[in-house]
């Protein structure tokens, strides 16, 4: 009964704008949408066509054959991987295989594929079809826009228009450029992200949204920057340089599609010299220091909510398994590693290189066969020797309050929802 009142709420939220929506399609002629085959040749047209429909569908393709094909593969790989201790009883066991069957059925990415294929056909199709043209002689062979511009693509420059249409096209060029290769970068990146998280495991409808999200904030943020780009051309133009910059804004602008980031630090040191004042300081330690850290591992694991080496050391590694495509063993030696970083600090690089002790596991079996084979001497003298001296308070502190891990993680809750 609770499904059906929710399914009841969301209709009467959806339905309004769905049908406002409608409405004013109906009003501004629908089926005008068929001259588009006009605007192009008709091989070329067709082929626009198909690499639309290829592009978009190639996302529902690839995720039915991850269900399909790599369950089995994702089941083999814990259980080869994840300590057998760790896996308990046979209803443990059902449990866990239990999260694992919830991620692979079809249902789990239906909302996200649906919402992933919107933005990708609505992108493609302003990259490969809407094409802007002014009026010409025996009509009009591409969208109009003395009549479709408006203040997204214009900004303060709508005011160009009519009285000066040289002006008024220069920008509405940049911006269009800007939005579309923004975009085509970040769906590029998708690509590759998709297929990557095919390979390792990793393909969840997270995985969707995320792209949604990097998609609209890159041709946003790419469409943003074009009105200083444009205004930058200015002072080219005079000297007869403009096409540098028109030759350069796809690249740039694919480049922000593809990393966002860069486009936000790019307004931030644009805001920092027009505006003034200065970016917060946090003090965060990032991912980037762990080792074995990647890019691209550092993105997944910000997705899960790991900003920095901080948080990341309070995770469950068998929960963090179960939710992404990381290894147990892997996601254990960065969260030991992020533990003892927190506790050492800056001195983390030194007492690791003279010691060879890089985690919390590594220094509890050290100081555990240290006790072990009855050595004489304090362990914590001998680990205070030559560069680690200075930090002999330090580590004294740490050995003494140690808490050296002894997994249990019989309560994994929060792996049992769908990512």
């Not at 091989?43 to 690499?51: G, M, S």
């Not at 205070?384 to 740490?398: N, V």
Request: net charge neutral.
């Amino acid at each position: 009964m609770s499904s059906l009142r929710q399914k009841i709420i969301i209709f009467f939220v959806v339905a309004p704008f769905v049908i406002g929506a409608a409405a004013l399609i109906i009003v501004s002629k629908p089926l005008e949408i068929v001259r588009v085959g006009f605007w192009f040749d008709s091989i070329f047209f067709q082929y626009n066509i198909f690499l639309v429909l290829i592009g978009t569908l190639f996302v529902p393709i690839i995720t039915y054959a991850y269900i399909k094909k790599m369950k089995p593969e994702k089941v083999r790989r814990l259980e080869w991987e994840i300590p057998k201790k760790l896996w308990g009883d046979n209803e443990k066991r059902n449990e866990i295989k239990g999260i694992v069957d919830s991620r692979f059925e079809l249902s789990s990415y239906t909302g996200s594929i649906l919402l992933i294929m919107a933005v990708v056909s609505l992108g493609l199709s302003i990259l490969t079809l809407l094409k802007p043209v002014p009026n010409l002689e025996g009509g009009i062979l591409g969208l109009d826009y003395e009549k479709g511009a408006n203040i997204l693509l214009l900004g303060p420059f709508i005011e160009y228009f009519p009285q000066n249409k040289i002006k008024y096209y220069h920008q509405l060029i940049f911006s269009l450029t800007a939005f579309q290769f923004g975009f085509l970068g970040a769906y590029i990146h998708f690509i590759g992200n998709l297929v990557r998280s095919y390979f390792i495991l990793d393909l969840t409808p997270h995985t969707y949204t995320d792209s949604v999200i990097r998609m609209v904030i890159g041709s946003v943020l790419s469409l943003v920057l074009a009105f200083w780009f444009a205004q930058w051309s200015a002072p080219l133009s005079e000297q007869g340089n403009v096409e540098v910059m028109l030759y350069a804004l796809p690249v740039v602008c694919f480049g922000i599609g593809y990393f966002p980031s860069r486009g936000l630090l790019m307004v931030e040191k644009l805001l920092a010299k027009y505006v003034g004042g200065s970016a917060g300081e946090y003090n965060l330690h990032p991912l980037s220091a762990l080792a074995g850290m990647s890019y691209s591992h550092e993105i997944r694991l910000i997705r899960e909510g790991f900003d920095g080496t901080e948080n990341l050391s309070h995770a469950d590694p068998l929960d963090l398994a179960l939710r992404t495509g990381f290894s147990y063993c892997q996601l254990e030696d960065w969260i030991e590693e992020a533990w003892l970083r927190r506790r050492l600090g800056e001195d983390f690089e030194t007492f690791s290189k003279a010691t060879g002790l890089s985690t919390r596991i590594a220094l509890c079996r050290y100081l555990g066969e240290w006790r072990a084979e009855n050595k004489d001497g304090d362990p914590i003298e001998h680990l205070a020797q030559g560069p680690c001296a200075t930090m002999r308070t330090k580590i004294d502190c740490l050995v003494h309050t140690l808490d050296c891990p002894t997994p249990d993680r019989s309560a994994i809750g929060s792996a049992s929802s769908p990512s």
